[in-house]
């Protein structure tokens, strides 16, 4: 790589860094071309995607906010999950690790600032995605006008049923 090609890959890094909700940081030893093609498209899926970086230009794109700590999660084959929410890319990295012991969760970075260790970012992939909270709270909000509109409505359905009672005792 010369160098105009590292400063375009820093760069890239860098949007990804500061774009992402969340980045998972994970070691990919051992998986094959059929099994990172299958990681890669459950991402994908979610609108997420995974991108195998070298750890001197992340460090660079990071530029040292993330200290010590940071630093020691760029040691190794590194491939980065990221996604525009928090949630998405650590949820399936987490489930695709369960499934095949090869990909290694090694920690996470959260708003370019924090640094997530593995569990942490296991406790992150068990939250609901950002989709899931938003039907949450439309369908909590939906809840009392729902009731409102119920409770406002038996009372017309009372009197009309009363009326049909008295027009079909009077046909009768």
Not at 52 to 62: D, E, M
Not at 85 to 113: C, P, R, Y
Not at 118 to 134: F, H, Q
Request: aromatic letters at 4%.
């Amino acid at each position: 790589m010369d160098r105009a090609q590292k400063q375009e890959s820093i760069e890239s890094l860098k949007s990804v860094f500061a774009d992402a909700g969340a980045v998972v940081v994970t070691h990919y030893m051992g998986l094959t071309v059929a099994e990172m093609t299958d990681l890669r498209l459950r991402l994908r899926k979610e609108g997420a995607a995974i991108k195998v970086v070298k750890n001197t230009l992340a460090l660079k794109a990071l530029d040292g906010k993330l200290g010590e700590q940071g630093d020691k999660l760029f040691t190794g084959p590194v491939a980065i999950a990221y996604g525009p929410d928090a949630v998405s890319a650590a949820k399936i990295a987490v489930q695709f690790a369960k499934e095949n012991d090869k990909l290694k969760i090694v920690g996470g970075v959260l708003d370019q600032t924090n640094v997530l260790d593995e569990n942490a970012v296991r406790a992150l992939a068990t939250l609901p995605s950002l989709d899931e909270l938003r039907g949450k709270l439309i369908g909590l909000i939906q809840a009392p006008a729902t009731k409102i509109a119920g409770v406002l409505q038996a009372p017309a359905g009372q009197l009309a049923r009363v009326f049909n009672a008295y027009a079909t005792k009077d046909a009768a």
